[in-house]
Nanobody, 117 residues
Framework: QVQLVESGGNLVQPGGSLRLSCAASGFTLGNYDVGWFRRRARGQEREKIS????????EFADSVKGRFTISRDNAQNTVYLQMNTVKPEDTAVYYCASTCRSDFGPWGRGTQVTVSS
């Protein structure tokens, strides 16, 4: 079964860190660009926050640049999003996609990140 599963979301205090995982099954994630997206509230558009290309190049939205990093472990067929110095405005459901384009689908369930003291 071809699928992506996000995990690692949790409640974290402002200034804390969290690592999200995007695990692929049924296909080789290393053959694809991988993007992380988030949706802050139901009904809002998903915001692309980071992307890692097949060749390893990375991209970040201004809102997370300098705080988040993205990496991939092809042996584990997984892409990670390391979130540092998190802020309350990082609260969202986080999704990954086997593309850096927003027109991906179907989306997985995502993983909830809540930043609160």
């Amino acid at each position: 079964q071809v699928q992506l599963v996000e995990s690692g979301g949790n409640l974290v205090q402002p200034g804390g860190s969290l690592r999200l995982s995007c695990a692929a099954s049924g296909f080789t994630l290393g053959n694809y660009d991988v993007g992380w997206f988030r949706r802050r509230a139901r009904g809002q558009e998903r915001e692309k926050i980071s992307c890692i290309r097949k060749d390893g190049r990375t991209e970040f939205a201004d809102s997370v640049k300098g705080r988040f990093t993205i990496s991939r472990d092809n042996a584990q067929n997984t892409v990670y999003l390391q979130m540092n110095t998190v802020k309350p405005e990082d609260t969202a459901v986080y999704y990954c996609a086997s593309t850096c384009r927003s027109d991906f689908g179907p989306w997985g369930r995502g993983t909830q990140v809540t930043v609160s003291s």
